[in-house]
């Protein structure tokens, strides 16, 4: 009932909007980076008679509709030089706007009065963003920049730890992330386990992560959506930049195809340390291999003043072989075709079409009759029409919809024994997802800004397949198949919906300080199976079953914000969250996941609960800045037969996490970047008690809980130091730019727990004689670690 | 498989060195529970079962064993065993075998122990296993070069039908390999129901899981088998419940720390088979398996 309310009233919004549109004239066009070409996301169009204005979308594309009249626009970008400009709007106009990078960062002239407005028009809550610059300066791991290693700064963003893939966001498991890259999903964001991440930063334009007041058109997972977004290619002129580090070698290559109309990017990297290593090492010389890699690649034609197609693609891969014939590798590809279309001066659309594949392949074995060679994959297609229609300067009105086909290989899998060859694979599971969505961005009054929406989501689970089910038992024991029914090619195995709604409001209480607040519920339909402390390349995903209901979330958030100082430069705030989920998924102890056919028979369900409050505060300008990040939060779940059916903690729960983050500029060729983490310890379980059995020690606790104990606090500082290399040389200047970056990961070489394991002494115990038992610590890194690298452009 | 994966991970090492060190901490205090170590099989001897206290984790004693309990096995056919108190090993129960070994194939043993009012029961089906058909060894290269590292390999075939299980367990110079790391299980002829591996030759990880795992001082494996060594390899029949047990025994109590702390599962109780009569009486622990042996001993020439 309520729902149906509430579409009846979006559908009396449009209507309203649409008959008191008339004898108003409309404004739009892009917003591009005059040095590059390349659009610019969330720049502000602000109209000062009106004091109104508008933000670009991902494409740089803005439009507002508003009376005819004279009016000055600023268009601006935090770090771009404003552009004023005088128009007479006595008929719609499209104004493609190029904005230059300023020389003086950050010298942003801030007009008081028009502060409230110009706050008003940018509304987002519970996101971040990281510009690629700032990501560039955090001292990175071995000096390597990585996108998903600086989200870890951020607050509410953490980590089960060092090396570990991936990363957690509001007490949510690694796989409730949506990671985007051009809106391609990416099923495994990590190179060498989680020590790097895929996205090249020489390649990435734009990064965002929501945490939380998730808009309508983004769905499939319940934590968190990271949007990030390739660079489109200098549509000006030819640039080569790239790099050398302790890891990776990197370049990108990038030029206009034909000048202002079309360009392209391609970037490459590749860990190149057995290249380096295989004088030394014989392993390698006899085809041992320990490589990554990745390309990314983007083109885009600026076809008409109404057209626009952009083609990406991604392809990285992790390779580990033991010799010619043993070893496995994994790797994401991924590839995005989109259409914008301006189909009039109100009306954007843009199609996009993805096609996204994440695979492993292991094989051991080095002669033929006795072999095991097993490859998985998830891949799928998407297609998503998006249309935006800019109602005035008050509305704007976003709706599409999104169909994605998914098939799940879990095993393609022979085992041969001497000679005997079997084919273990299990069957493949084909998905199909879909979604209708609309919300609209709506401003009242001075004050008041909402945004409001619904997601309508369809998952089908259908043939050629099984579906089986369980016998009950004991909650934590595994479940006894009891039955098996086989389904034709395109019947349906299972369905499900879920009406996801999604509410933001903002309240501009001063023209410095507002209010902010938002309620979502997400649908995911996959799932991560994994059930090791670090997500690794070899788990799987799966999708909903007849047995595995779809995993929902349920997230409110409230929170206050407010600029300081004289030039607005300080930023601060503080963002409480709450978020209850169902269907969460765990497993049996002595869970059975890979190659196993009855894995639902494993898996439990359980309900989880995460709340928590995040202090941000930022200095954005000025030769020092930085921010200061601080979650408290806590994050359980309640699985019936584990941790006897009570709340426990998850491995992820931290008490405290406090980020700190900051730069300094020294002169004008040395600048200096330092952060510091603390972060509490990390729920684990401890045994109380041993005992033997057939020889061997067995830990036991006799409470049967499940994370009883606290790891030690982890702390971290790192220090860069940056020196940018000479603009002139005998007196002329360098057409190459170039730098230097000295880092030092973990400068007081902390040994910062990761875990705490027991186990027998290594040493073989003679008959008769007690087994030595102890507990040991284990640092991921152990000392400091220094790194150099040399960037360059030209 | 999984233990190649393992060895994978330390190939990481090469990169960064992760860093175990020892600690001492103050452990939760916890009640004593009892344990029943119970594996009996038809191997002509002595059989024995324990009955012990559990102890705290971090206190390295002979588990206590307890006295005065009253244990025996019957089966479907209505023969009761009845197994008597060493006199000078406190807990310690054993039946002397005479004239043929323990039990027949495919019948059904219940377990009991009575011990100061408590009553303990627990069931298992006695399996079948197939012969050692032999036992090889192999040179093997070794990255280094060295030249006198050999590994040996059992040879046998999981007879058709699905669902064996099987502990191969080997004794090299007639000491048992019992370190956690060489727990070897077989389901059918591979590693897990899922493998869906039945009636083939045990495939080659199983086949070489006869290697003890040493090490050297600086942390490199010695050559598993040396010439003169003997080995003696046995198949063990299990229940599937007793090879879930010790899977999940194999995965809580191998710990090697390092990377492969990163895929470490989280700590948890291993199962148990043994239950009080009374579900409101004292805690039990521990495992009853009943199964038939093969065996095969070589000492190793060039």
Same mark, same amino acid.
């Given at each position: 009932?309520?729902?149906?309310?509430?579409?009846?009233?979006?559908?009396?919004?449009?209507?309203?909007?649409?008959?008191?549109?008339?004898?108003?004239?409309?404004?739009?066009?892009?917003?591009?980076?005059?040095?590059?070409?390349?659009?610019?996301?969330?720049?502000?169009?602000?109209?000062?008679?009106?004091?109104?204005?508008?933000?670009?979308?991902?494409?740089?594309?803005?439009?507002?509709?508003? $009376?005819?009249?004279?009016?000055?626009?600023? *268009?601006?970008?935090?770090?771009?030089?404003?552009?004023?400009?005088?128009?007479?709007?006595?008929?719609?106009?499209?104004?493609?706007?190029?904005?230059?990078?300023?020389?003086?960062?950050?010298?942003?002239?801030?007009?008081?009065?028009?502060?409230?407005?110009?706050?008003?028009?940018?509304?987002?809550?519970?996101?971040?963003?990281?510009?690629?610059?700032?990501?560039?300066?955090?001292?990175?791991?071995?000096?390597?920049?990585?996108?998903?290693?600086?989200?870890?700064?951020?607050?509410?963003?953490?980590?089960?730890?060092?090396?570990?893939?991936? /990363?957690?966001?509001?007490?949510?498991?690694?796989?409730?992330?949506?990671?985007?890259?051009?809106?391609?999903?990416?099923?495994?964001?990590?190179?060498?386990?989680? /020590?790097?991440?895929?996205?090249?930063?020489?390649?990435?334009?734009?990064?965002?992560?929501?945490?939380?007041?998730?808009?309508?058109?983004?769905?499939?997972?319940?934590?968190?959506?990271?949007?990030?977004?390739?660079?489109?290619?200098?549509?000006?002129?030819?640039?080569?930049?790239?790099?050398?580090?302790?890891?990776?070698?990197?370049?990108?290559?990038?030029?206009?195809?034909?000048?202002?109309?079309?360009? *392209?990017?391609?970037?490459?990297?590749?860990?190149? !340390?057995?290249?380096?290593?295989?004088?030394?090492?014989?392993?390698?010389?006899?085809?041992?291999?320990?490589?990554?890699?990745?390309?990314?690649?983007?083109?885009?034609?600026?076809?008409?003043?109404?057209?626009?197609?952009?083609?990406?693609?991604?392809?990285?891969?992790?390779?580990?072989?033991?010799?010619?014939?043993?070893?496995?590798?994994?790797?994401?590809?991924?590839?995005?075709?989109?259409?914008?279309? !301006?189909?009039?001066?109100?009306?954007?659309?843009?199609?996009?079409?993805?096609?996204?594949?994440?695979?492993?392949?292991?094989?051991?074995?080095?002669?033929?009759?006795?072999?095991?060679?097993?490859?998985?994959?998830?891949?799928?297609?998407?297609?998503?029409?998006?249309?935006?229609?800019?109602?005035?300067?008050?509305?704007?009105?976003?709706?599409?919809?999104?169909?994605?086909?998914?098939?799940?290989?879990?095993?393609?899998?022979?085992?041969?024994?001497?000679?005997?060859?079997?084919?273990?694979?299990?069957?493949?599971?084909?998905?199909?997802?879909?979604?209708?969505?609309?919300?609209?961005?709506?401003?009242?009054?001075?004050?008041?800004?909402?945004?409001?929406?619904?997601?309508?989501?369809?998952?089908?689970?259908?043939?050629?397949?099984?579906?089986?089910?369980?016998?009950?038992?004991?909650?934590?024991?595994?479940?006894?198949?009891?039955?098996?029914?086989?389904?034709?090619?395109?019947?349906?195995?299972?369905?499900?919906?879920?009406?996801?709604?999604?509410?933001?409001?903002?309240?501009?209480?001063?023209?410095?300080?507002?209010?902010?607040?938002?309620?979502?519920?997400?649908?995911?339909?996959?799932?991560?199976?994994?059930?090791?402390? &670090?997500?690794?390349?070899?788990?799987?995903?799966?999708?909903?079953?007849?047995?595995?209901? $779809?995993?929902?979330?349920?997230?409110?958030?409230?929170?206050?914000?407010?600029?300081?100082?004289?030039?607005?430069?300080?930023?601060?705030?503080?963002?409480?969250?709450?978020?209850?989920?169902?269907?969460?998924?765990?497993?049996?102890?002595?869970?059975?996941?890979?190659?196993?056919?009855?894995?639902?028979?494993?898996?439990?369900?359980?309900?989880?609960?995460?709340?928590?409050?995040?202090?941000?505060?930022?200095?954005?300008?000025?030769?020092?800045?930085?921010?200061?990040?601080?979650?408290?939060?806590?994050?359980?779940?309640?699985?019936?037969?584990?941790?006897?059916?009570?709340?426990?903690?998850?491995?992820?729960?931290?008490?405290?996490?406090?980020?700190?983050? &900051?730069?300094?500029?020294?002169?004008?060729?040395?600048?200096?970047?330092?952060? /510091?983490?603390?972060?509490? =310890?990390?729920?684990?379980?401890?045994?109380?008690?041993?005992?033997?059995?057939?020889?061997?020690?067995?830990?036991?606790?006799?409470?049967?809980?499940?994370?009883?104990?606290?790891?030690?606090?982890?702390?971290?500082?790192?220090?860069?130091?940056?020196?940018?290399?000479?603009?002139?040389?005998?007196?002329?200047?360098?057409?190459?730019?170039?730098?230097?970056?000295?880092?030092?990961?973990?400068?007081?070489?902390?040994?910062? @727990? /990761?875990?705490?394991?027991?186990?027998?002494?290594?040493?073989?115990?003679?008959?008769?004689?007690?087994?030595?038992?102890?507990?040991?610590?284990?640092?991921?890194?152990?000392?400091?670690?220094?790194?150099?690298?040399?960037?360059?452009?030209? | 498989?999984?233990?190649?994966?393992?060895?994978?991970?330390?190939?990481?090492?090469?990169?960064?060195?992760?860093?175990?060190?020892? !600690?001492?901490?103050?452990?939760?205090?916890?009640? $004593?529970?009892?344990?029943?170590?119970?594996?009996?099989?038809?191997? $002509?001897?002595?059989?024995?079962?324990?009955?012990?206290?559990?102890? @705290?984790?971090?206190?390295?004693?002979?588990?206590?064993?307890?006295?005065?309990?009253?244990?025996?096995?019957?089966?479907?056919?209505?023969?009761?065993?009845?197994?008597?108190?060493?006199?000078?090993?406190?807990?310690?129960?054993?039946?002397?075998?005479?004239?043929?070994?323990?039990?027949?194939?495919?019948?059904?043993?219940?377990?009991?122990?009575?011990?100061?009012?408590?009553?303990?029961?627990?069931?298992?089906?006695?399996? %079948?296993?197939?012969?050692?058909?032999?036992?090889?060894?192999?040179?093997?290269?070794?990255?280094?070069?060295? @030249?006198?590292?050999? %590994?040996?390999?059992?040879?046998?075939?999981?007879?058709?039908?699905?669902?064996?299980?099987?502990?191969?367990?080997?004794?090299?110079?007639?000491?048992?390999?019992?370190?956690?790391?060489?727990?070897?299980?077989?389901?059918?002829?591979?590693?897990?129901?899922?493998?869906?591996?039945?009636?083939?030759?045990?495939?080659?990880?199983?086949?070489?899981?006869?290697?003890?795992?040493?090490?050297?001082?600086?942390?490199?494996?010695?050559?598993?088998?040396?010439?003169?060594?003997?080995?003696?390899?046995?198949?063990?029949?299990?229940?599937?419940?007793?090879?879930?047990?010790?899977?999940?025994?194999?995965?809580?109590?191998?710990?090697?720390?390092?990377?492969?702390?990163?895929?470490?599962?989280?700590?948890?109780?291993? @199962?148990?088979?043994?239950?009080?009569?009374?579900?409101?009486? &004292?805690?039990?622990?521990?495992?009853?398996?009943?199964?038939?042996?093969? =065996?095969?001993?070589?000492?190793?020439?060039?």
């Amino acid at each position: 009932m309520s729902r149906n309310l509430y579409l009846l009233s979006i559908l009396y919004f449009l209507t309203h909007f649409a008959a008191n549109a008339q004898a108003k004239h409309t404004l739009n066009g892009y917003i591009r980076d005059k040095a590059n070409g390349e659009a610019l996301i969330g720049a502000t169009i602000f109209i000062r008679e009106l004091k109104t204005g508008t933000v670009t979308n991902v494409y740089g594309f803005y439009s507002i509709t508003v $009376p005819a009249g004279t009016y000055s626009l600023e *268009f601006s970008y935090l770090g771009y030089t404003t552009v004023n400009q005088v128009v007479d709007l006595t008929g719609s106009i499209r104004l493609d706007i190029e904005l230059s990078p300023s020389a003086q960062e950050l010298q942003e002239v801030v007009v008081t009065d028009e502060a409230e407005e110009r706050k008003a028009i940018n509304k987002e809550m519970s996101t971040n963003k990281l510009d690629i610059g700032t990501i560039k300066k955090i001292p990175a791991f071995l000096g390597e920049v990585d996108v998903i290693k600086s989200l870890q700064m951020l607050p509410g963003v953490s980590t089960v730890g060092e090396g570990a893939s991936g /990363f957690n966001v509001r007490g949510g498991s690694v796989g409730q992330n949506l990671v985007l890259l051009d809106e391609a999903p990416v099923y495994n964001a990590s190179h060498l386990l989680g /020590f790097f991440s895929v996205f090249n930063p020489d390649a990435v334009k734009d990064v965002k992560l929501y945490k939380g007041a998730i808009p309508p058109r983004y769905g499939g997972r319940i934590s968190s959506i990271l949007d990030v977004r390739m660079k489109e290619g200098n549509s000006k002129k030819w640039e080569v930049s790239g790099g050398v580090g302790t890891i990776f070698s990197r370049v990108a290559v990038e030029g206009p195809l034909i000048k202002d109309k079309a360009s *392209f990017i391609i970037a490459a990297r590749r860990s190149y !340390i057995d290249v380096l290593a295989r004088p030394f090492v014989k392993a390698l010389q006899n085809g041992a291999g320990l490589n990554f890699y990745d390309l990314t690649v983007k083109s885009n034609y600026n076809i008409s003043q109404r057209d626009h197609v952009y083609l990406s693609g991604f392809f990285g891969r992790d390779n580990f072989l033991f010799d010619r014939d043993q070893g496995f590798s994994w790797g994401n590809a991924t590839g995005t075709l989109r259409w914008n279309h !301006i189909f009039n001066k109100r009306l954007f659309a843009n199609f996009t079409g993805v096609y996204s594949n994440y695979d492993y392949h292991l094989k051991f074995g080095k002669n033929t009759s006795d072999q095991f060679s097993w490859n998985s994959s998830i891949s799928n297609y998407i297609f998503k029409p998006e249309l935006t229609y800019f109602i005035d300067s008050k509305n704007e009105l976003s709706f599409g919809a999104e169909a994605i086909y998914y098939t799940f290989v879990p095993a393609n899998a022979v085992s041969v024994s001497n000679g005997e060859s079997r084919d273990i694979s299990l069957d493949k599971k084909y998905n199909f997802e879909s979604a209708l969505y609309a919300g609209n961005s709506q401003r009242i009054g001075k004050v008041l800004t909402l945004d409001y929406g619904l997601r309508f989501s369809n998952f089908n689970y259908f043939g050629p397949g099984s579906s089986y089910s369980y016998n009950d038992t004991i909650p934590g024991i595994r479940k006894s198949v009891s039955g098996e029914k086989s389904y034709t090619k395109g019947e349906s195995i299972a369905t499900y919906h879920n009406w996801e709604p999604r509410a933001s409001f903002k309240v501009q209480v001063t023209p410095n300080s507002s209010i902010k607040g938002s309620y979502n519920r997400m649908a995911q339909y996959l799932h991560l199976i994994s059930n090791t402390t &670090a997500s690794n390349p070899l788990d799987v995903w799966t999708p909903s079953t007849n047995n595995i209901r $779809p995993e929902i979330g349920n997230q409110f958030t409230l929170g206050y914000f407010r600029s300081l100082g004289k030039e607005t430069e300080y930023e601060v705030s503080i963002e409480g969250y709450y978020r209850r989920t169902q269907n969460q998924i765990d497993y049996v102890d002595g869970a059975d996941l890979l190659l196993n056919k009855y894995l639902e028979g494993d898996l439990l369900s359980g309900m989880g609960r995460a709340y928590g409050v995040e202090l941000y505060a930022q200095k954005k300008t000025g030769r020092l800045n930085g921010w200061v990040s601080y979650t408290l939060g806590h994050t359980e779940l309640k699985v019936n037969g584990i941790n006897r059916n009570n709340w426990y903690s998850t491995r992820y729960d931290q008490r405290h996490n406090l980020k700190v983050a &900051a730069f300094y500029d020294i002169n004008k060729r040395w600048s200096a970047s330092a952060n /510091f983490i603390f972060v509490s =310890g990390t729920p684990t379980t401890f045994p109380t008690s041993r005992y033997v059995v057939q020889g061997i020690l067995i830990p036991y606790n006799a409470n049967e809980s499940r994370n009883n104990v606290r790891l030690p606090s982890y702390n971290r500082l790192d220090l860069s130091m940056r020196l940018e290399g000479k603009r002139v040389k005998r007196g002329k200047e360098r057409k190459n730019h170039d730098y230097w970056v000295f880092s030092v990961y973990n400068v007081y070489a902390r040994k910062n @727990p /990761f875990s705490v394991y027991f186990a027998q002494s290594t040493t073989r115990t003679p008959a008769g004689q007690p087994i030595p038992s102890q507990a040991s610590q284990l640092s991921i890194i152990g000392s400091l670690v220094p790194a150099i690298s040399y960037n360059f452009k030209f | 498989m999984k233990r190649k994966y393992v060895e994978l991970l330390f190939f990481f090492a090469i990169l960064f060195s992760g860093c175990d060190t020892v !600690i001492h901490p103050t452990l939760q205090p916890a009640d $004593p529970v009892y344990v029943v170590d119970a594996f009996i099989s038809d191997k $002509p001897e002595t059989q024995v079962i324990r009955l012990m206290l559990s102890q @705290p984790y971090l206190e390295a004693q002979l588990p206590p064993g307890v006295s005065g309990a009253t244990v025996s096995v019957s089966d479907n056919e209505g023969n009761t065993f009845s197994f008597a108190e060493n006199a000078n090993e406190a807990g310690v129960y054993s039946w002397v075998q005479s004239g043929s070994g323990f039990g027949k194939v495919g019948n059904v043993y219940t377990l009991s122990v009575n011990v100061n009012g408590e009553s303990f029961i627990a069931q298992s089906k006695m399996g %079948r296993v197939p012969k050692v058909d032999s036992i090889t060894f192999q040179h093997t290269d070794r990255n280094d070069g060295n @030249p006198d590292f050999y %590994r040996g390999q059992f040879w046998a075939t999981d007879p058709k039908g699905p669902g064996d299980t099987y502990w191969i367990k080997t004794y090299k110079n007639g000491i048992l390999l019992n370190k956690p790391s060489e727990i070897n299980l077989a389901y059918d002829a591979a590693f897990s129901k899922g493998s869906n591996f039945d009636g083939y030759t045990f495939i080659q990880p199983i086949r070489n899981g006869i290697n003890p795992d040493d090490t050297d001082a600086n942390n490199q494996p010695l050559s598993a088998y040396s010439p003169g060594d003997s080995v003696y390899v046995e198949i063990h029949a299990l229940t599937e419940a007793t090879f879930d047990y010790l899977a999940q025994v194999a995965i809580q109590t191998n710990r090697p720390g390092g990377f492969s702390e990163l895929f470490a599962r989280p700590l948890a109780n291993v @199962p148990t088979n043994v239950f009080n009569q009374n579900a409101k009486g &004292a805690k039990v622990q521990g495992f009853f398996n009943v199964g038939s042996v093969s =065996g095969l001993g070589k000492k190793f020439k060039i």
